[in-house]
T-cell receptor, first 116, second 114 residues
Framework: GESVGLHLPTLSVQEGDNSIINCAYS??????FIWYKQESGKGPQFIID?????DKRQGQRVTVLLNKTVKHLSLQIAATQPGDSAVYFC???????????????FGKGTKLSVKP | DAGVIQSPRHEVTEMGQEVTLRCKPI?????LFWYRQTMMRGLELLIY????????DSGMPEDRFSAKMPNASFSTLKIQPSEPRDSAVYFC????????????FGQGTRLTVV
């Protein structure tokens, strides 16, 4: 079936190291992807997005890579800080829905823990 | 803007009771979404509105669930009667447009039905 999944449910990194969170998607019709960060007791917060006509997009300390050949999405966080500790979700839109937010499918999430 | 505001933050109710969750979207946002988050199923879209009109309610689990948006600054999600399996965190989110844009989430309402 169509789904968004994650390779690693938990990730523990040392403060200052780079983090890589991975996500696999199964629908080749997906054309828009978003990464959200959710801290404990809070709602998901938008981090970065990428469209299928791109393979890389950079933000502040974050980079999203999209590999359409293997249907893989990753979020790289540079110089990981304690404040980055959270659950990270990837989400996809299907082209059939015109890339609409209303049809986002979320993955289960990866918990990132940053060790001081 | 204070962001998306949800109330209450926590709700504990007995099975069979009516529960009403409230949401105030960000001013000027034309789209409002209701999500449910559980450990088993993750984050699921229940329903979304455009300019106060429900567009897609295919995610609403049962007829016990209903949502309204009487005006641009207020929406409710009602569960009547509530059941223990409805226990979850319910999020409201809003966005300026539907396509290729981020949604801003509220803090959520943690519902516990005993």
């Amino acid at each position: 079936g169509e789904s968004v999944g994650l390779h690693l449910p938990t990730l523990s990194v040392q403060e200052g190291d780079n983090s890589i969170i991975n996500c696999a998607y199964s629908n080749s019709a997906s054309d828009y992807f978003i990464w959200y960060k959710q801290e404990s007791g809070k709602g998901p917060q938008f981090i970065i997005d990428i469209r299928s006509n791109m393979d890389k997009r950079q933000g502040q300390r974050v980079t999203v890579l999209l590999n359409k050949t293997v249907k893989h999405l990753s979020l790289q966080i540079a110089a990981t800080q304690p404040g980055d500790s959270a659950v990270y979700f990837c989400a996809e839109n299907h082209r059939s829905y015109g890339g609409s937010q209303g049809n986002l499918i979320f993955g289960k999430g990866t918990k990132l823990s940053v060790k001081p | 803007d204070a962001g998306v505001i949800q109330s209450p933050r926590h709700e504990v109710t007995e099975m069979g009771q009516e529960v009403t969750l409230r949401c105030k979207p960000i001013s000027g946002h034309d789209y409002l979404f209701w999500y449910r988050q559980t450990m088993m199923r993750g984050l699921e879209l229940l329903i979304y509105f455009n300019n106060n009109v429900p567009i897609d309610d295919s995610g609403m689990p049962e007829d016990r669930f209903s949502a309204k948006m009487p005006n641009a600054s207020f929406s409710t999600l009602k569960i009547q009667p509530s059941e223990p399996r409805d226990s979850a965190v319910y999020f409201c989110a809003s966005s300026l447009k539907l396509k290729n844009t981020e949604a801003f989430f509220g803090q959520g309402t943690r519902l516990t039905v005993v």
